[in-house]
């Protein structure tokens, strides 16, 4: 994304990156209850998080989330 601040993306919140991923975060209110709506602004990419999704996360352990940041582990494999 450069010097694009979340300003110059229409229809995108506040940006969360580093070097490695850029991240849109919104709210999101359409479902049944408030959520977060992530946007990898690389692929574009949509995830919506429910607050139990959060907390999960909030309560792993750090083997597990290490697991879960391995990129090798799901997104960058072939498809095919």
Known sequence: MGDRGPDDIPGVGPVVGN????VAVD???E???A????T????GRV???DALEL???IWLADGHLTELLDPSADRWRDRS
């Open 55 to 57: 907390e999960t996360i």
């Open 47 to 49: 995830r919506f998080l």
């Open 19 to 22: 070097e490695f991923a850029e």
């Open 35 to 38: 959520r977060l709506r992530l």
């Open 40 to 43: 990898d602004l690389r692929t």
């Open 27 to 29: 709210v999101d209110a």
């Open 31 to 33: 479902g049944n209850s």
